[in-house]
């Protein structure tokens, strides 16, 4: 069976696994805990980030690459078409939501993160032992705050990425507004990249994500709550609702969470 080397919230992670999951494969997920797991993947693979994908005694790294992979060794279901053009068209979607909204989406989720200890430690799989997400949900805002700035993720930067996605959003309602992907008829690799990619800014309706269950459908309300851009996030959800599989046999979380993302 192939073996996901995954993040349950990597966008990146998400987007290879509705590719998996529109071509009806079957694969097992491996959470990659940051920091010690990634010295374990990278002793396998050469590799520290995820997505890493195993096939039989192969390693696929990389999203893009993951996805050329999977139409190579199992051409059902094509994420990328034949046609030269739609080709050229669908690979510069996909990258461009790589470059834009998957970054972008990091920076604004990075801020409310920040900004709310309770939400922190929901972001954990529902799987996380309780210890983790007391330790997780403990550090201090200040200490993100600085650390932020350490990676360049300033309240200026931050406030940039969010206007920037405002415009990203906009242009992708408009693209869908009389074709049911972005590309026509067909869904492309394109359509599952800035579906998986979009996460961050506003969580799939339904049971996808290893996630407390309040938080299925729930946002960064700057984006999420603003009706203009309610068409684009309903197409989202249609196109999991036809590809995406569900998961299964996972209980709803418990307790005291989070029913909705704040950032200021």
């Known amino acids: 069976m192939l073996e996901l080397y995954q993040w349950e919230l990597s966008q990146y992670s998400e987007k290879v696994r509705l590719c998996l999951d529109y071509k009806g494969l079957e694969y097992r997920k491996i959470e990659v805990t940051p920091g010690i797991g990634q010295v374990e993947l990278f002793r396998l693979t050469g590799q520290k980030q995820v997505p890493v994908l195993k096939d039989g005694h192969r390693y696929i790294v990389d ?17 990328i078409p034949k046609d030269k053009k739609k080709r050229a068209q669908a690979l510069l979607l996909e990258d461009w939501a790589d470059e834009t909204m998957g970054i972008k989406g990091r920076k604004a989720l990075f801020a409310a993160i920040s900004q709310d200890q309770n939400f922190r430690k929901s972001l954990l799989p529902v ?95 700057i984006l999420a709550d603003n009706p203009d851009y309610e068409p684009f996030f309903t197409w989202r959800d249609r196109l999991y609702e036809q590809f995406r599989k569900p998961l299964t046999g996972k209980p709803p979380a418990t307790g005291n969470q989070p029913t909705s993302i704040e950032i200021d």
């Open 63 to 79: 999203s893009t690459e993951i996805a050329k992979y999977l139409d190579s060794e199992y051409p059902d279901r094509p994420l």
């Open 127 to 221: 799987s996380t032992p309780d210890i983790l997400k007391s330790v997780v949900e403990g550090v201090p805002g200040d200490f993100l705050n600085v650390l932020g700035f350490g990676v360049g993720f300033t309240p200026d930067i931050i406030n940039s990425a969010i206007a920037s996605l405002k415009q990203d959003l906009e242009i992708l309602t408009e693209l869908l507004a009389d074709s049911p992907y972005l590309l026509g008829d067909e869904p492309t690799i394109a359509d599952l990249a800035v579906a998986g990619l979009s996460i961050l800014l506003k969580f799939p309706q339904g049971p996808y994500l290893d996630l407390p269950e309040s938080l299925r459908g729930k946002g960064l309300p």
